[in-house]
């Protein structure tokens, strides 16, 4: 199993300690959210992510992904009717492309709800067919720089844009780039999903829809801090013989970012030990 850590739970320390941390508790990578390494992302180079990728691997890390894409600067959007903003958005998905092929992340997670979610007054019929509109876009750019963009199914709570892994699974067909696939997060699969998640996570494993997968307990703490068992989910990567990336991403840290990434990375690894 190749466990990465999503940065930033050791937010604000400098991307060396942050690789120096996750290396000591286990981790093999770290899936890195662009705005905690510049308040404005658009102003990173590639050079600036070959030194990301240089870093990792002084601690003998990878940088497995990108994820958190859109959250600044504010106020982007991919389902606006204002098409320069929809470009500006774009410009920057495109820009985050070259940064993950630059430093060696080889998946791009795209979450981000607020910046596909319908505004006021716009149908979410209308904001759906933008959505895709924009990937399909960005999908000649992703498979031109070798990466795989990912579009993650996020919680009702947090969009009404791509919900479930059948939603996801279908928009990826619909465009249908070999760069783009789809993925499971643990949380928002156990709230979204009405069967087991293990269950759509092996059936769309099988099916070559999903590339990237995230652990994380159904009340968003570290996977281990809850009610949610992650060792059928494990069970089905290991079976699977799953050889992408699994991430720890939290999002409530309790107590704290540090011992919430220690915790939850000693979790996985003693299940992943147990299993048959």
């Keep these: 199993m190749k466990l990465s850590l999503c940065n930033e739970v050791l937010r604000p320390l400098p991307l060396a300690a942050q690789c120096e941390a996750a290396a000591r508790w286990g981790y093999r990578a770290l ?16 050079a600036d992510a070959r030194q990301w990728r240089h870093t990792a691997h002084a601690h003998g890390l990878s940088v497995s992904s990108l994820h958190w894409l859109l959250v600044k600067p504010e106020g982007l959007s991919l389902v606006s009717d204002d098409a320069s903003l929809r470009q500006r958005t774009l410009d920057l998905l495109r820009h985050l492309i070259d940064i993950a092929a630059a430093c060696g992340a080889r998946v791009l997670v795209h979450g981000s709800p607020h910046q596909r979610s319908p505004g006021p007054g716009q149908s979410l019929a209308d904001a759906l067919a933008r959505f895709e509109d924009a990937l399909a876009t960005l999908a000649p750019h992703a498979a031109s720089a070798g990466v795989v963009y990912c579009v993650e199914p996020l919680g009702r709570f947090e969009t009404p844009v791509i919900n479930t892994v059948a939603e996801a699974a279908a928009l990826v067909d619909r465009i249908g780039s070999s760069a783009l696939r789809t993925m499971l997060d643990v949380s928002a699969a156990s709230h979204n999903e009405t069967e087991p998640v293990h269950e759509v996570l092996r059936r769309y494993l099988a099916s070559g829809h999903i590339a990237h997968v995230q652990l994380n307990d159904r009340n968003r703490r570290g996977p281990g801090q809850g009610d949610t068992d992650q060792r059928p989910v494990l069970q089905v990567l290991k079976d699977t013989a799953y050889a992408g990336w699994v991430a720890v ?7 704290d970012g540090p011992a919430c990434a220690e915790t939850s990375a000693r979790h996985v690894h003693d299940l992943w030990k147990s299993l048959t």
């Design 249 to 255: 991403e939290p999002f409530d840290y309790v107590p």
């Design 31 to 46: 899936e890195i959210a662009p705005f905690t390494l510049a308040e404005d992302p658009t102003t990173l180079s590639t």
